[in-house]
């Protein structure tokens, strides 16, 4: 006998799905994203990889410093969730680190995600809370979420010297996982003299010595960050990276900008509306040698509005956080040619940020 399904008899179409799996899903969406971040606050996987040997709850509870009711229930959805492995030995369950949970959820891996999950937990949640807010008024969220101004996007972001180490953090996660693919989008070995503007910790600078034995990368920041950069996150072995000195105040709209053959901007020009990015880009080129580029690492988005739904996300959390936006190619390439740049191409990476090239021709 032949399967049945509900039709609606009013149109002569199949009645919609009783049970809306994906819109559940993503109702629940939130609760994933906190429960990885609470295990990693706690310190769940960062126990398991020290142990080197799977532990019952009862071991994780007393070594995380939480109640065995409350560690079972959070290490029963990690498991649910495959960062945990699970095996049952005479009679009590077992748990260990998945591969992926060592790599990206330990705070000692060189490939840790930990401070990314933190900033996203304690910092930008708090900012969606008010998306609707934000969407209302076409303004970020800053003042409501934080009780701070945020005219400045930076000034928000740095409203503390403990915020700006924990954006500091974040973002040389992120360069963890994605910094490669991004400075080797595009050959940049014709390109000697670097400057990366807004570099902050100096982690995608790294990249770029890595991937060019023969460049020097001069990081532009703002004094404070520099500070933390300069005692926390660079070592000797650095000796090709360096940072703008002088009596310069680090803001890259006021202050000079050092000479150079190729000006990387990651994750800046998607903080700014149209009008600041084509300032800051056209002031980019006056200070760039002829036949120098710009290199833009942003998150990109299709120009037929599809996707990626990264780079969609992404474009929403500008507007709860900053005066920008996520854009397409063309749209980039728009800013760019606006600033005196042409020759532009872009690359799409297939990992949360691609690259954006534009040349400054004789």
């Given at each position: 006998?032949?399967?049945?399904?509900?039709?609606?008899?009013?149109?002569?179409?199949?009645?919609?799905?009783?049970?809306?799996?994906?819109?559940?899903?993503?109702?629940?969406?939130?609760?994933?994203?906190?429960?990885?971040?609470?295990?990693c606050?706690?310190?769940?996987?960062?126990?398991?990889?020290?142990?080197?040997?799977?532990?019952?709850?009862?071991?994780?509870?007393?070594?995380?410093?939480?109640?065995?009711?409350?560690?079972?229930?959070?290490?029963?959805?990690?498991?649910?969730?495959?960062?945990?492995?699970?095996?049952?030995?005479?009679?009590?369950?077992?748990?260990?680190?998945?591969?992926?949970?060592?790599?990206?959820l330990?705070?000692?891996?060189?490939?840790?995600?930990?401070?990314?999950?933190?900033?996203s937990?304690?910092?930008?949640y708090?900012?969606?809370?008010?998306?609707?807010?934000?969407?209302?008024?076409?303004?970020?969220?800053?003042?409501?979420?934080?009780?701070?101004?945020?005219?400045?996007?930076?000034?928000?972001?740095?409203?503390?010297?403990?915020?700006?180490?924990?954006?500091?953090?974040?973002?040389?996660?992120?360069?963890n996982?994605?910094?490669?693919?991004?400075v080797t989008?595009?050959?940049?070995?014709?390109?000697?003299?670097?400057?990366?503007?807004g570099?902050?910790?100096?982690?995608?600078?790294?990249?770029?010595?890595?991937?060019?034995?023969?460049?020097?990368?001069?990081?532009?920041?703002?004094?404070?960050?520099?500070?933390v950069?300069?005692?926390?996150?660079?070592?000797?072995?650095?000796?090709?990276?360096?940072?703008h000195?002088?009596?310069?105040?680090?803001?890259?709209?006021?202050?000079?900008?050092?000479?150079?053959?190729?000006y990387?901007?990651?994750?800046?020009?998607?903080?700014?509306?149209?009008?600041?990015?084509?300032?800051?880009?056209?002031?980019?080129y006056?200070?760039?040698?002829?036949?120098?580029?710009?290199?833009?690492?942003?998150?990109?988005?299709?120009?037929?509005?599809?996707?990626?739904?990264t780079?969609?996300?992404?474009?929403?959390?500008?507007?709860?956080?900053?005066e920008?936006?996520?854009?397409?190619?063309?749209?980039?390439?728009?800013?760019?040619?606006?600033?005196?740049?042409?020759?532009?191409?872009?690359?799409?990476?297939?990992?949360?940020?691609d690259?954006?090239?534009?040349?400054?021709q004789?």
């Open positions: 006998m032949s399967e049945r399904k509900e039709v609606d008899t009013a149109e002569g179409k199949p009645a919609a799905d009783t049970y809306p799996k994906k819109i559940m899903e993503y109702m629940e969406g939130f609760l994933i994203s906190k429960v990885v971040s609470a295990s606050e706690l310190g769940v996987f960062d126990v398991l990889l020290a142990a080197e040997r799977p532990l019952s709850a009862e071991e994780i509870s007393e070594a995380v410093g939480a109640s065995l009711d409350g560690t079972q229930r959070l290490l029963a959805a990690c498991a649910g969730l495959e960062l945990l492995s699970t095996q049952q030995v005479n009679g009590r369950v077992l748990y260990g680190n998945t591969e992926q949970a060592s790599v990206y330990t705070r000692s891996s060189p490939s840790s995600l930990y401070e990314s999950i933190h900033y937990s304690r910092t930008l708090l900012c969606w809370h008010y998306l609707t807010d934000a969407v209302r008024e076409g303004k970020n969220q800053y003042e409501r979420a934080f009780g701070h101004s945020a005219k400045d996007p930076f000034d928000a972001l740095y409203r503390s010297d403990e915020d700006m180490r924990k954006f500091i953090l974040f973002m040389s996660s992120i360069w996982i994605c910094g490669k693919d991004v989008a595009f050959d940049l070995s014709p390109f000697k003299v670097i400057c990366d503007i570099g902050c910790s100096g982690a995608l600078a790294k990249h770029c010595t890595s991937a060019y034995p023969e460049c020097t990368v001069t990081i532009f920041d703002l004094p404070k960050v520099v500070h950069a300069r005692e926390h996150f660079l070592t000797k072995a650095d000796q090709r990276i360096n940072f000195e002088g009596n310069i105040i680090g803001d890259f709209f006021k202050d000079p900008l050092p000479v150079a053959n190729l990387i901007l990651a994750r800046i020009i998607h903080d700014w509306t149209e009008q600041r990015c084509v300032e800051l880009l056209s002031k980019v006056k200070a760039c040698e002829t036949g120098g580029a710009v290199l833009l690492v942003e998150a990109l988005l299709y120009d037929d509005g599809s996707g990626p739904l780079a969609q996300l992404f474009s929403l959390n500008m507007l709860v956080q900053t920008g936006r996520e854009r397409t190619p063309s749209q980039y390439a728009a800013l760019l040619e606006a600033a005196g740049f042409s020759n532009i191409q872009h690359r799409f990476t297939g990992k949360s940020y690259a954006v090239l534009g040349y400054k004789a």
